[in-house]
């Protein structure tokens, strides 16, 4: 019944902007953790962002200061705001939720970043 339903990605010049929103329909408890997660052709799936519970965040080195994860506890939404935006963050985005008993995935949704 728990769904996550990502936003649209895109196509994006390199040094643009996006920002990707999850928002979490259905009942969940006791949620320790939202993030993003992104895997890239040939490439293994990595944390991107993730935000705590009590809002500690924590960011991937190669996103650091170019990356922002935000939430809004009462919609169950998560977002992700991208800036100065590299080709090396071409990939398919993964919402995650991270519960007590459970992880939930969003669908995935692609980023190309390019010319």
């Known amino acids: 019944q728990v769904q996550l339903v990502e936003s649209e990605g895109g196509l994006v010049q390199p040094g643009g902007s996006l920002r990707l929103s999850c928002a979490a329909s259905?009942?969940?408890?006791?949620?320790?953790?939202m993030g993003w997660y992104r895997q890239a052709p040939g490439k293994e799936r990595e944390l991107v962002a993730a935000?705590?519970?009590?809002?500690?965040?924590n960011y991937a080195d190669s996103v650091k200061g170019r990356f922002t994860i935000s939430r809004d506890n009462a919609k169950n939404t998560v977002y992700l705001q991208m800036n100065s935006l590299k080709p090396e963050d071409t990939a398919v985005y993964y919402c995650?939720?991270?519960?007590?008993?459970?992880?939930?995935w969003g669908q995935g949704t692609q980023v190309t970043v390019s010319s």
């Open positions: 995650n939720v991270r519960a007590s008993f459970f992880d939930y």
């Open positions: 935000i705590t519970s009590g809002g500690s965040t």
């Open positions: 259905g009942i969940i408890f006791s949620i320790n953790a």
